[in-house]
């Protein structure tokens, strides 16, 4: 056993422990269970908060590692630890189920006692995703958190939920079984599922006893890991499941599956595809990118003519994400602290974004755009925080989502300039859909008079929406307290991927030759050069 | 002398001749008669090899063979009875409720 | 040579089946008391099971070697045994409500046990058949047990007609083998020459055409569906968890033995693997009845396990210990597999009611609400069937992946990939059924289906079976990983 | 005690409006008008002291320090090389910006007291007021182009909100809406010139990063650099931010909010943004000869296309607006030929004469009960006399008579393009024309507007319209604007009149250097005299012609109309620049994303292949199903397939079933 | 020729014929007969190869137990003609084809494959009850003991499948 306690066990076993407290409750008293499954996860955000505080800043390598044997052969082991980049998102994990219990307060009516075990036994499983350190724990956690949130689609969900359900299951397991070959294929080849020794093993020479895989076997795991996690980003054009499992999921359901769940890919890459096959990872670079960058631009667009308000809001998270898997893939040490960044930054706005729609719908049960227009009449409190959200939503500074979306494009410029001119682009598209849809929910007449006597948000979503909107602020103003934790994570990974050339700030001196020339052929094509064409 | 192989074709003959008539026959009883049939084509390959290898265990497998058969044949012919009742028929093909 | 008292030993269990088989039939004209047969026949499986221990203490060849106590039978004794157990708990209440004869039943399960068990054990090939055929008979006519029912008998015709006709081939391969090997000992057959001879090839085939038939492997699978759907449902229990596993037993015993069965037979069983996956999901993704949509299901998962059967022959030569995780994939699948197939089978039997009248999915619309526990059951059966975490089904795909990684059949691997997903639809289509839809109104109105506590001993215990395997297979997993896990 | 205690604590000046504004936006709501009233102004008020304090204290601490005060006061960004600091900087551009941001933002504060006195949401108003300045010092006050980019969106931001501060009108929210999103394509291309300018220098810090820019050597012209690019990168934000062609659309739409926003964000501050930048960024510029003839072009030909426009406009506000982008097009005229200082000089006047002309409107809308066309107003100069005067002044300054500021900003402006040294001499010659022309259409139609609004008949229904003279805290910012109209301009008095001196540029030269000042001292007093003599001919025979057609011979105008018609549509309908991008741009763009990318590829496409397999593996498994016949002989038959096949396999299979450890299968 | 030739060749030809009239043979009574007529056939076979005592047992066992049960059955559910339907599509043509390929495969094999143990014929002294005896009695004792539990199955399963309903 390593030092650091038990605190991650934890972490992911006390959603358990509260699960099964509220399975052995009576099902009647809604109100009860409901306080207890609140306690039980601010117990669980207080305790993540704990963490900070065990990862120091600058501080490469895991930390409050958790190491016992598990099964004997193969050799899988309970392995657990956390590190700059796991940090931050188990925190996001554990402060969204709270915020999802409180706005599933009123909305859930029947089954109460179930959407909470449900709701606990997901973030057990987004939890342990985050914090495994052996494959195949986290492969084990991976699937495990499947089920809670197909059960939160397919039973508290909408009218479609059931397909919604079924397809969300569907897709990740076509990707999740091909990653859990891939895994086995790579303990065949290291003889271990334990993170860090496949990575240690990866990185040594051949000579040095270390193992180097033949370039078209590092493509075939490097695709089985980068399917599974691209299919859960959702990664162009392996989003569909998104918008429907969106639109059918009750609101908690919704912020979890865009706060956490879509992480959970981002994540891997970050953890898995990057480390452990970084010539394949560089290989696919080019592709993953232009995937990327078509669902910046193609979720945007396709957001933008949507007529159903969470659906646009599912769109969206398909462009958002996209900018973070362009900062992964762009190798560049900013575009990593901006991916990590936003995938926090998009798990805040975006779950802020599903709430509101969640609070829009329990008032007219319908997501319709057209069937809303002027509501910022009867209820100016949630325009107000509507209006905030979808700004954070669409990058103002000062305000979560620039931060990533300005670092992943900036990051990314340094390295592949064309890239990065074409993700911006997607910076103009959000704009478009988010004022476009605000303005035709909220602005104008009243067109029903259904809309007129709604009620403006209660206490209770006030206070949800106050504590996002403040984290929102928070993390766009001070956010180096976040970066500074993840940055040598992130380096780290960077580094394995692809040792970065230390910074060179062009002189001018480099530059004479060129100003000597004329503005002829030979000119143009060093000025190219210098603006990054590669 | 009879080579062994003239025997051993002669029972892949009738074991073809067998699942010939399994698939042919409609009647369930003549059907369950081409699986005994078959039975016999095996035993015939069975007391052939015995005799070509000099070994006597050939033969006591087509004892067992033949006690098999028996058993199965008192089985087979209570399920015929019982679907004979059952259904009026005894067309193998009339009987297909349980399908796709 | 007479029988020596260690060769009793090695097949104790099998006798022990067969003697309270024989103990029932006698007793059944003076015993009026239906529960004295359940009992009975639950002291037999369990001592017939409790026999296998001091079976496997006594390892080695019996009877000159058509037997052998090792590990393996041993598993395989244990397993069917429990099965036994398991369906005799079950089957009391579904005789009780159908009013069909206990004492012959249970002699016959317990007839069937022991040929599984002389299965499982057999090194010799006629042994293996008679154990076959034991089970086989006793089989057909469990399965027209129901005898007023049309389905059951047309099962029974059915069964008894292909069976039979697939056992032709199996003993006509078993001709084939003895004329070209001279023997018809596992054992024996290890000389060089063997390697190149045509016509023990072609025994061999044939005999995997039978066991392919009996272990509804594609294109043998076609029987399977309708004889399932036909049996009495704890028949269908048995069915599918023990006949199937004996005969996979006998099946991986002559493939790991023979070395020139293990050698030349990989293409065969990728093929058999390939075609059974497919037309066992998709087959069940357009079923509607349950009992044949676990039926097809069930062929899908001999699919799975075929996988490791070409990993397991596209292994070197005689590399027994480098194939050990592909034999322990067999094993542990067949358990987890038999585990949970016994218990969806209780939970169908049981809910079907009298005449299994309630057999249609829609019958299963809203059944968390009306029966939570039953419907959470049912839901870890299809969940470790699906294979996902923490159920036993899991690690015994993820084994079998394994194996199939081990000996490079990635392309299986990803074939079976693209199975699970497949398989996934139709197992959640059951879920979603018994947690999404709403109870028609009738379901609703009537009382809920009653449980007794037997039956709910089998669910707890295939429930709690394959959660504990699935959280703590190290056990099961060390026991079958030995190297020595065939006896030699 | 800190020396500069105000420059240490410079964040003050943006905070307060900042508090200002979440005071009210937050508890605003149960507030009476009053303490509205007191939080607005007294927080922009308190800020333009406390800027006042601030460049009181810079004065003195440039001289005894001869560099720009900056200071650091948290790091807001980190991550690698890149950090982006809550930096605040102060030099000799900033301290004419902040003062007209924070002077004129709060005279237009007090104006908006009663303006807005009688309107709903009035707390929201001022919160949003209050936040433009907090977003519009932080614009000025920068000390790198990250944090500079913050006020930069949050300018566009605010701007958003109080075009649309009528919600419940939909041209009002479209407005605002298409503010914000052609302000964002114009931020693409500034995001993407940081992003330049950080790949070659490793800085967006203003002075690390030009001090590593001043020794480059300059692009040589036509040649696209990497300062040339980046250049013009930062230009395109600026074109979004300052309506230059071809963003200019949302300018005119913006009016579609309360006057005072047009005044303060739409006519003196926000859209001088981008001039700002240019300004702030000249270093880059100068490097860059291509990019600079692009500003000057593209200000030149924005200034008179724009003029065009507004010609024939009947809206007051429309006029006003147009106007606007055409003084901004001057602004970058004077950039692009690199008088910066002229550029930054007549960013003031035009902030002083156009939030005048602006808030004079707004009187006279509120004096019409708000009615804007001015085909319904004339003959109102007697009613509405002090605003009358006040806006003749106006006029009269950016007409460019002397001596009324717009005068000598203009004639600045112009002597520079007629030396422009970019491109040649009759580039410098055609800038020039261009931008004469463009001074007789202004004079043209101000006077027009003038005429129009006060003078000839009386065009409105007097039962209905109760005209009467604003209440004093809306006249006394419109005096004192009046004031700073005429004044304002002495500062750069040319160097032609008897001890004319262009102390303004002096002031900059510790910003822009001594070449620019010497360029423009260095001009034949000859020369400049002349070209300010045909500037106030020209501003005269524009006037005298308004006058002739609107008051003279008003039916002339109406003939004018019909034998021009054509042209006059076109101009009426602004070129229908509208009408192009919504048929080229946003509607094949809202089609193909419907149509298209959702329709046919998403749904049709992706979802239905999706499906499409699944349908396909249900409709195998029906096939599957039917190999299930029922028959017993099918299934015999079967069995006999599946032998051959194994025999198939295991006999004639080409791999011969032997295994070959290793391989992939 | 030799004359153990002769008599194999005839007897194989009776086999057959037997087999063939089995199939095409439309009353289940004649088909029966003819299955009698191959097993006789087959005896004499045995006889042949000398397996006298199997040769036995194949009439007494087969010919005299067997097929009086199947006859038994046939005259018992009064089963007439065959009917002839075709209703399925695998078992005609196809099938046909399928079988023939089958055992010609088969055929084919043996005939090639067992030339090696072609006439190592081995007669008289092995060939004797006894050693059959000593065999399932001492190597076989435990089939030959399951078989015993085996036929308890068939008796238990007729009874069990064949009983009227008590009702």
């Not at chain 4, 500034?190 to 790949?199: E, H, Q, T, V």
């Amino acid at each position: 056993m390593l030092p650091g306690g038990h605190l991650l066990s934890v972490l992911i076993f006390f959603p358990a422990v509260g699960a099964l407290a509220l399975l052995l409750l009576r099902g009647d008293d809604h109100k009860f269970i409901r306080i207890i499954a609140l306690i039980v996860s601010l117990a669980e955000f207080l305790f993540s908060l704990l963490m900070i505080r065990a990862v120091p800043v600058g501080a490469t390598g895991y930390h409050l590692e958790e190491y016992a044997k598990w099964i004997d052969q193969p050799p899988i082991h309970y392995h657990l630890g956390v590190d700059g980049i796991s940090l931050f998102l188990v925190i996001l994990t554990t402060f969204l189920t709270p915020i999802s219990i409180l706005a599933s307060w009123q909305s859930i009516e029947h089954r109460v006692k179930e959407f909470f075990v449900m709701l606990l036994m997901l973030e057990l499983g987004v939890v342990g995703v985050f914090l495994s350190l052996d494959l195949f724990l986290f492969f084990l956690f991976w699937e495990v958190m499947l089920i809670p949130m197909a059960f939160l689609i397919g039973i508290w969900g909408h009218e479609r939920r059931v397909y919604a359900a079924v397809k969300f299951v569907l897709y990740t397991m076509a990707g999740s079984i091909l990653m859990l070959v891939g895994i086995i294929w790579l303990y065949n080849a290291t003889g271990t599922f334990d993170l860090p020794t496949v990575e240690a093993l990866l990185h040594t020479p051949l000579s040095q006893g270390g193992l180097e895989l033949a370039p078209r076997t590092e493509m075939l795991l490097f695709l089985a890991f980068f399917l599974a996690f691209a299919i859960k980003v959702p990664l162009f054009p392996l989003h569909t499941w998104l918008p429907d499992a969106h639109v059918e999921a009750p609101t908690a359901g919704s912020v979890m599956l865009a706060g956490v769940l879509l992480k959970m890919g981002t994540y891997g890459m970050i953890r898995f595809c990057l480390p452990l096959f970084p010539e394949a990872s560089r290989r696919a670079a080019g592709w993953v990118a232009v995937l990327a960058i078509i669902g910046i631009i193609y979720g945007a667009l396709v957001a933008m003519v949507q007529p159903n308000l969470k659906k646009l809001v599912a769109y969206s998270s398909v462009s958002h994400l996209g900018f973070v898997v362009l900062g992964i893939f762009a190798f560049h040490n900013i575009s990593m602290q901006g991916a990590v960044y936003q995938m926090l930054a998009h798990g805040i706005s975006t779950g802020a974004l599903f709430l509101l729609v969640g609070m829009l719908h329990d008032r007219r049960h319908t997501f319709e755009i057209s069937e809303y227009g002027g509501l910022a009449t009867p209820m100016p409190k949630l325009a107000a925080f509507f209006l905030f959200v979808a700004l954070s939503s669409l990058g103002l500074p000062m305000l979560n989502g620039f931060v990533g979306e300005y670092l992943v494009l900036l990051g990314t410029y340094q390295r592949h300039w064309g890239w990065a001119s074409w993700a911006a682009l997607g910076v103009i598209l959000s704009a478009c859909y988010l004022l476009w849809s605000y303005q035709r929910v909220f602005f104008g007449e009243i067109t029903r008079e259904k809309n007129r006597t709604l009620p403006d948000v209660s206490a209770r979503e006030k206070w949800i929406l106050a504590t996002m909107a403040i984290v929102t602020l928070w993390m766009g103003v001070g956010s180096t307290f976040i970066t500074a934790r993840t940055a040598a994570a992130a380096q780290s990974v960077i580094d394995e991927v692809e040792p970065q050339r230390p910074y060179e700030a062009a002189t001018p001196d480099s530059a004479t030759p060129q100003a000597k020339l004329d503005s002829s052929g030979a000119a143009k094509a060093i000025s190219s050069e210098r603006l990054g064409i590669r | 002398m009879v080579p062994t192989n003239y025997y051993v074709i002669l029972s892949a003959i009738l074991f073809g001749l067998g699942v010939l008539a399994f698939i042919f026959k409609r009647n369930i009883i003549t059907i369950f008669m081409s699986i005994e049939l078959m039975l016999n084509a095996v035993n015939l390959a069975f007391v052939a090899f015995s005799q070509a290898l000099g070994k006597l265990d050939g033969q006591v497998f087509v004892l067992f063979v033949i006690v098999v058969a028996a058993a199965e044949a008192a089985v087979g012919l209570g399920i015929i009875i019982l679907i004979a009742r059952s259904r009026q028929t005894l067309n193998v093909e009339r009987v297909d409720l349980l399908k796709l | 040579m007479l029988p020596r008292a260690i060769d009793i030993y090695r097949v104790l269990p099998e006798l022990v089946w067969c003697g309270f088989g024989v103990l029932v039939v006698l007793m059944q004209p003076f015993v009026r008391n239906r529960h004295f047969f359940t009992f009975l026949a639950l002291i037999g499986t369990l001592a017939g099971t409790a026999a296998s221990v001091s079976a496997a203490m006594r390892a080695g060849p019996g009877f000159d070697g058509l037997v052998q106590s090792d590990s393996f039978s041993f598993f395989f004794r244990l397993l069917v045994g429990t099965v036994a157990f398991l369906v005799v708990l079950a089957a009391g209440p579904y005789l009780e409500r159908e009013r069909l004869p206990f004492a012959e039943f249970y002699a016959l399960l317990l007839f069937a046990t022991a040929g599984m068990g002389v299965l499982a054990s057999a090194q010799e090939l006629l042994t293996a058949f008679i154990g076959l055929e034991m089970s086989s008979i006793s089989s057909y006519i469990l399965a027209g047990y129901r005898r007023d029912s049309l389905k059951s008998t047309e099962s029974a015709m059915k069964y008894f007609l292909l069976g039979s006709f697939a056992t032709a081939f199996f003993l006509y391969g078993i001709a084939l083998v003895y004329g070209s090997s001279g023997t018809t000992m596992l054992t024996k057959m290890g000389s060089e020459e063997l390697f190149h001879s045509k016509l023990f090839e072609l025994g061999l085939a044939l005999i995997l055409v039978g066991l392919g038939f009996k272990v509804a492997a594609a294109p043998f699978q076609v029987w399977t569906p309708d004889v399932y759907e036909g049996a009495p449902t704890p028949v269908t229990a048995l069915f599918s968890a023990g006949p199937k596993a004996a005969a996979f037993a006998l099946l991986l015993r002559i493939f790991a033995t023979v070395p020139a069965a293990t050698h030349f037979w990989f293409w065969a069983f990728w093929g058999l693997a390939a075609l059974t996956m497919f037309a066992g999901n998709l087959g069940a993704l357009v079923q509607t009845n349950v009992k044949r949509l676990l039926a097809y299901s069930s062929i899908a998962h001999a699919g799975y396990i075929l996988v490791a059967f070409a990993a397991v022959t596209s292994m070197a030569r005689d590399g027994s210990a480098e194939a050990a995780p592909a034999y322990a994939a067999v094993l542990f699948y067949l358990l987890s597999y038999a585990l949970v197939k016994l218990g969806a089978f209780t939970i169908v039997s049981q809910l079907g009611g009298t005449g299994e009248k309630n057999l249609s999915l829609d019958d299963y619309a809203g059944l968390s609400e009306r029966q939570p526990f039953v419907a959470a059951a049912l839901s870890v059966y299809l969940l470790s069937l699906l294979g996902l975490p923490v159920t036993a089904g899991f690690f015994g795909k993820f084994y079998i992946f394994k194996a199939a990684v081990n000996s490079h059949l990635l392309w299986l691997a990803v074939l079976m990939a693209v199975n699970s997903v497949i398989g996934a639809y139709y197992y959640l289509r059951v879920i979603v059924m018994m947690y999404m839809r709403e109870s028609s109104a009738e379901a609703k109105s009537a009382a809920p289906v009653g449980f007794p506590l037997t039956v709910n001993f089998v669910l707890a215990f295939t429930v709690v079976g394959t959660l504990y395997f699935g959280l703590f297979p190290n056990r099961v997993l060390n026991f079958i990983l030995q190297p020595a896990l065939f006896g030699r | 005690m800190p020396k500069y205690l105000m420059l240490e604590y410079l964040w003050i000046v943006p905070l307060l409006p900042l508090l200002g504004s979440a005071a009210n936006g937050i508890f605003g709501a149960k507030w009476p008008n009053r303490i509205v009233d007191w939080v607005a102004i007294g927080s922009t008020g308190l800020s333009f002291l406390a800027a006042l304090e601030a460049v009181r204290e810079f004065f003195d601490y440039f001289t005894e320090n001869h560099h720009p005060f900056q200071k650091a006061f948290f790091t807001w960004i980190a991550a690698g090389n890149f950090r982006a600091g809550f930096d605040l900087q102060m030099d000799q551009l900033t301290v004419v910006m902040v003062l007209v941001v924070t002077g004129v933002g709060w005279l237009i504060h007090i104006y908006a007291t009663g303006y807005m006195a009688h309107e709903g949401g009035y707390r929201r108003f001022f919160s949003y007021l209050n936040l433009f300045m907090f977003f519009m010092l932080i614009l000025v006050l920068a000390a790198n182009y990250v944090l500079l980019f913050v006020g930069w969106e949050g300018v566009g931001l605010s701007s958003y909100l109080l075009i649309g501060f009528y919600f419940l009108k939909k041209s009002a929210s479209d407005a605002g809406k298409k503010a914000f999103i052609v302000n964002r394509i114009g931020d693409f291309g500034f995001m993407l010139g940081m992003f330049l300018l950080f790949k070659t220098f490793g800085t967006l810090d203003f002075v690390a990063l030009f001090a590593k820019a001043d020794p480059w050597p300059a692009d040589a012209m036509g040649h696209l650099g990497t300062l040339t690019i980046a250049c013009l990168l930062l230009f395109t934000g600026a074109c979004g931010k300052s309506a230059q062609l071809p963003l200019y659309v949302w300018l005119p739409d913006a009016m579609e909010g309360p006057t005072p926003v047009s005044a303060l964000i739409h006519a003196a501050t926000m859209v001088t943004a981008g001039v700002y930048v240019v300004a702030r960024s000249h270093i880059l510029f100068t490097h860059a000869p291509t990019a600079m003839l692009v500003v000057a072009i593209v200000g030149c030909a924005t200034a008179f296309f724009a003029a065009t426009i507004g010609l024939v406009q009947r809206d007051i506000k429309k006029v006003l607006a147009y106007s606007t982008v055409s003084q901004l097009g001057y602004m970058f005229l004077a950039c692009g030929v690199g008088a910066f200082s002229a550029g930054i000089f007549h960013l003031m006047t035009h902030a002083f004469f156009k939030a005048l002309l602006f808030l004079a409107a707004g009187s006279v809308i509120h004096a019409m009960g708000g009615e804007q066309d001015m085909n319904h107003m004339g003959g109102l100069s007697k009613k509405i006399r002090r605003t009358y005067v006040t806006m003749l002044t106006a006029t009269l300054a950016i007409a460019g008579f002397p001596p009324f500021a717009g005068f000598f900003s203009k004639d600045a402006i112009l002597l520079s393009a007629f030396e422009n040294e970019y491109g040649g001499r009759t580039v410098g010659y055609a800038l020039y024309g261009f931008g004469l022309a463009t001074a007789l259409l202004t004079a043209f139609y101000m006077f027009r507007l003038m005429f129009l609004t006060f003078h000839g008949k009386q065009r409105y229904d007097e039962h209905h319209v109760h005209v009467h003279e604003s209440p004093d805290n809306m006249l006394a910012p419109l005096m004192i604007l009046a004031l700073l109209s005429i004044v304002g301009g002495w500062l750069a008095a040319p160097a032609f009149l008897p001890g004319g001196t262009d102390y303004f540029a002096k002031f900059l030269q510790p910003v822009y250097g001594g070449a620019e000042v010497a360029a423009a001292e260095a001009g034949a007093h000859s020369l400049e005299l002349w070209l300010a003599g045909v500037a106030v001919v020209t501003a005269f025979v524009g006037a005298m012609v308004a006058y002739w057609l609107y008051l003279k011979r008003p039916e002339k105008a109406d003939g004018l109309v019909k034998s021009l018609n054509p042209a006059y549509t076109t101009l009426l309908n602004k070129y229908y620049v509208d009408e192009l991008y919504a048929a080229v741009v946003v509607k094949p763009l809202l089609w193909i994303s419907t149509k298209v990318l959702w329709q046919a590829a998403d749904v049709a496409g992706i979802d239905g292949t999706v499906n499409g397999i699944g349908e396909g593996a249900t409709a195998i498994g029906d096939g599957v199903r039917h190999t299930q016949s029922g028959n017993t002989r099918s299934y015999a038959v079967w069995v006999v397939v599946g032998a051959i096949a194994i025999i198939a396999v295991i006999f004639f299979w080409p791999f011969g079933g032997k295994t070959v450890i290793g391989m992939v299968r | 020729m030799t004359a153990s030739l002769a008599v194999f060749f005839a007897l194989a030809a009776l086999a057959v014929i037997g087999a063939v009239s089995l199939i095409v043979q439309k009353h289940p009574i004649h088909s029966a007969l003819s299955l009698i007529v191959v097993m006789i056939a087959l005896a004499g076979l045995y006889l042949l190869l000398g397996a006298e005592f199997v040769a036995a047992v194949q009439i007494i066992v087969y010919g005299g137990a067997i097929m009086v049960l199947f006859v038994f059955v046939i005259m018992l559910l009064n089963a007439g003609v065959e009917e002839h339907t075709s209703i399925s599509k695998m078992a005609g043509a196809p099938g046909l084809l399928l079988v023939v390929a089958l055992a010609g495969f088969v055929a084919a094999t043996i005939a090639r494959s067992t030339e090696s143990v072609e006439t190592t014929l081995q007669t008289g002294e092995i060939a004797s009850t006894l050693g059959i005896s000593n065999m399932i009695f001492k190597d076989f004792v435990y089939p030959f003991e399951l078989t015993s539990f085996l036929i308890l199955v068939a008796v238990l399963g007729a009874t069990v499948l064949a009983q009227r309903e008590k009702s």
